[in-house]
């Protein structure tokens, strides 16, 4: 396994007694990596692991080649952004208010936004077209609305390391397309985007895949690999089939 920016090196993760990771290890580069996988694989508890909220049993993570646990709390988070599966703020706040919320880890608790934080924060709504209900409060919100809100609140990070469990949640068709597109800018500029999907078709379309099963990783390569693409239907239980379509792969149910 060659080094990435964030790695993970043998991980294993218990929870309540029962074993969730055993041996994992993934090298994640610029670019945009999804991970996918059927349920109960380990696909959120990796991504947990990897930004630090759930400590691992044996096994190392690493950021730019240094033990994420040796970071200082605010480093790490300027340097990786977060995105919750089910994510969580207040639903008093305002959705710019939510948004400035990224800036945080460059701020602190307690200065002021200067110039660069309200850029960030416009240029993160406008990233994900929640920019035009700024001022509205979270509570009134429909669930796709505060969804992107929420992702623009990790975008305004300006992080290099983008982590998103479930982006796709409550977003609408034209909006998944947005986000795909984002994603696949995001790592075109050389950010290590990696985000856990169950939508197959639009996984396909990451730059590379990580295939998840049993709490391990089963395979790991480029979206045109065709030993990939046999793991996943293997994976899926021949539930799927892939099939090229035009320049791109899609995943078919096999009825």
């Known amino acids: 396994m060659t080094a990435g920016l964030l790695s993970a090196a043998g991980v294993d993760v218990v929870r309540g007694g ?59 988070a300027r340097r990786v952004a977060w995105l919750a599966q089910q994510g969580e703020a207040s639903g008093e706040l305002t959705a710019r208010d939510i948004v400035m919320l990224g800036r945080v880890p460059h701020l602190g608790l307690f200065a002021s936004p200067g110039p660069a934080d309200e850029a960030a924060v416009r ?16 509570h009134e919100l429909s669930g796709g609305e ?22 796709t949640t409550h977003l609408d068709p034209p909006h998944q397309v947005a986000l795909v597109r984002l994603l696949q800018r995001l790592g ?8 856990v999907l169950h939508d197959l078709p639009l996984a396909l379309l990451a730059d590379r895949i990580v295939v998840m099963a049993g709490g391990r990783v089963c395979a790991e390569g480029s979206r045109d690999d065709p030993a990939l693409h046999a793991r996943m239907v293997q994976v899926f239980g021949g539930a799927i089939r892939i099939e090229r379509a035009g320049t791109s792969w899609m995943a078919v149910p096999q009825l």
């Open 123 to 138: 240029r993160a709504m406008a990233m994900t077209e929640c920019e035009s209900w700024a001022d509205r409060r979270l």
């Open 18 to 76: 029962r074993p969730v990771l055993h041996g994992v290890s993934v090298a994640l580069s610029p670019g945009w990596t999804a991970i996918v996988g059927p349920n109960g694989a380990g696909k959120s508890t990796l991504l947990r692991v990897l930004v630090g909220l759930q400590p691992a049993e044996r096994g190392t993570v690493t950021l730019e080649g240094k033990v994420l646990s040796a970071w200082r709390l605010a480093e790490r």
């Open 188 to 195: 075109a500029e050389g950010r290590t985007v990696v985000s």
């Open 146 to 167: 505060r969804q992107r809100v929420l992702l623009a609140r990790a975008l305004a990070v300006d992080a290099p390391v983008l982590l998103l469990d479930e982006p």
